[in-house]
């Protein structure tokens, strides 16, 4: 086994038994940290250690005892029906002030190097015609996308006052077995034949499998040419919305369920409906340009978009998704 101790946060998350199950498989120490101990499900190889609430304020030096590089996946996420009075606020506790704790605090115990999971809503909502770069100014529109902006600056201004090194990876909408949100809501719907509104969509978007990013993160944790960098990542391949509903209903045994409802009919019901920010990211284009991943590091993709579709397709079946790719 590896001796240097890799802590994972966020450990419990999509991501991040992914990532656990991973590393740990690699032979690596792993150390998941988690809310509380009592909501983990065990994974072979991981010690799971509490740090309670992710803030401003938590305590991280029992976490951190022993480690050698971090991995910072937990983060309050973007929420459709949003309970806050002030999202900015909680966004950044969380995000931006929390990732500062972290940093300060692994920055203090010597820890080597942290990687931060960000997002591609730091660069913006709508990439247009050309692909957003690694290098491209950011562009964050909603408090989320504000908060984890703030989360990576955090991160740099620690890692340019200590030894530490810091990457930070952002990724765009994320896929695979345990997918939850609107993909999920979108499998139900296309296996279950529902017809929807969108054959008239005429845009891009950049996807990345559960097994591209948690190769691309076991990469860039540990390669020496990603210190101080900034990587967008992604499949390699870009699909329109009803494109990917026919790969979704090919990989579910289905037949696609399109209905040609003009954009600008989607739109004006948006509109109608208060739903106009929905209607937005469905219908625009968002694509990235992992170039600095594939030019800088020789990254590429172990997995497919249709192998990583062909795999959540059968998780969402109950069939074992391993046996898919």
């Not at 991973?22 to 120490?29: F, I, S, T, V």
């Not at 309670?52 to 309050?76: E, I, M, Q, S």
């Not at 969380?94 to 960000?118: E, I, M, P």
């Not at 600056?153 to 909408?173: I, K, N």
Request: hydrophobic share 45%.
């Amino acid at each position: 086994m590896n001796p240097e101790g890799i802590l994972v946060t966020g450990a419990n998350g999509f991501v991040g038994r992914a990532l656990c199950r991973e590393l740990a498989a690699a032979g690596y120490r792993v150390r998941g940290a988690v809310r509380a101990v009592p909501w983990v499900a065990g994974i072979a190889g991981v010690e799971w250690h509490p740090v309670g609430d992710v803030g401003p304020d938590t305590d991280w030096r029992k976490a951190l005892d022993g480690v050698g590089r971090v991995v910072h996946l937990a983060a309050r996420a973007h929420v459709m029906k949003e309970p806050e009075a002030d999202p900015l606020a909680v966004f950044r506790r969380v995000n931006a002030a929390g990732t500062a704790c972290l940093a300060a605090a692994a920055a203090q115990a010597g820890v080597r190097r942290l990687v931060l999971v960000s997002s591609v809503k730091v660069n913006g909502e709508a990439s247009g015609a050309r692909p957003f770069g690694d290098d491209d100014a950011p562009h964050p529109q909603d408090p989320y996308a504000v908060s984890k902006w703030e989360a990576e600056q955090a991160l740099w201004r620690v890692a340019r006052g200590s030894g530490m090194e810091a990457v930070v990876l952002r990724p765009p909408l994320v896929y695979g077995p345990g997918v939850k949100g609107n993909f999920h809501s979108l499998l139900k719907a296309v296996a279950a034949g529902v017809p929807l509104p969108l054959g008239a969509i005429r845009n891009r978007r950049s996807l990345v499998y559960l097994g591209n990013l948690t190769d691309a993160l076991s990469l860039v944790l540990f390669d020496p040419r990603a210190a101080g960098r900034t990587f967008l990542v992604s499949d390699g391949e870009d699909l329109s919305t009803p494109d990917l509903v026919r790969r979704l209903a090919a990989a579910l045994g289905r037949r696609p369920r399109l209905i040609a409802v003009p954009v600008e009919v989607m739109q004006w019901a948006g509109k109608l409906l208060g739903k106009s920010d929905a209607v937005a990211r469905l219908v625009s284009s968002l694509t990235v340009e992992a170039s600095g991943l594939r030019t800088l590091l020789g990254w590429r993709p172990p997995f497919t978009l249709d192998q990583g579709l062909t795999a959540t397709a059968a998780w969402y079946r109950g069939a074992d998704p391993r046996q898919q790719l």
